[in-house]
């Protein structure tokens, strides 16, 4: 079947299984998720208040994702914007923490919460909201406020992270106008002399992509860890519910999410959805075929590529019954004749 393009939506296929004799690849963290589930624990079911307790009186049939029962897969305390959205679109959602994150506390990155608040960098780039919940814990464990100096500019990957700042108070001086990832951030940054310094709080397993940009671009870039990002163990119950199709959809929302999916089977019919391009490229190169990656990468945009999709599907389905219906009419009027 051949993949259609639907709002909000990249397509991308449908199976979620790994390609045959590929094993599912580890990939670095591109960020956008936090959470408080310390290393070392199982990774906790959200209880009935945001799964599938009750689907058939939540939704009424007639509602866009009616009928699917959809996987997020956001570290504790990062999914009920996404579970919200599910829900109210009439979707059944599951959050099952795949992912966890804790904050860092390190001296350089208490000397780069210092230079922050002194006017010691011209640029601090912010590629997840992640980032920024981790400097605020950062300053709160140094009991310090988190500040900013009035003269550095502040640059957010996307829509999620600048909602952040903006919710911490910040200003947000740059802000791609296409999908965000740190590659499209760098393609947006303005061109300036070089030798200015700029701060990039990051996790642990980012890629650095948008450090070597701006370094080749001449400017003196720092990069300090804010948070660590823990891969959680696939629940034997949701191993069983992908492997046997009881899952409709798979949202991939970082790629510490296809990571901890490594190795699980999915079945064919379970369609996996990528938050963004970074996360689309984690999944392919680990062996998934997509069957959309989200236009925005925000929850908004989830579930706007989500109820893009059905409706595709739902288009589809309504082509083939036609197609059959006047194959059937004309067999008749041939058998008339």
Known sequence: MTAQKVRGTVPDGRSGRPAPGTRAAAAPAGGGATGTAPPGTANPV???TADTAQPAAASSPSAPLAGWRVLVARPAGRGDDLVTLVRDAGG?????????TTPVTSAPLRAALDALADGGFSWVALTSAAAVSALQAAARAADRPFRIAPSTRIAAVGTATAAALRGAGLPVHLLPGTAGSAATLAASWPMEPPGLRVLLPCSDRATPTLADALRATGHDVTTVVVYRTEILPVPEPLARDLADGRIDVVLLTSPSTVQALA?????PGTRLVAIGQPTAHAARAAGRVLAAVAVEPSARGMVDALIGLRGA???MHHATADMRGAATTSTTGMKEL
């Open 313 to 315: 599907e739902a288009d």
């Open 263 to 267: 190795g699980t089977v999915i079945a």
């Open 92 to 100: 059944s959602p599951l959050h099952v923490p795949l992912i966890a």
């Open 46 to 48: 959200v209880p009935e």
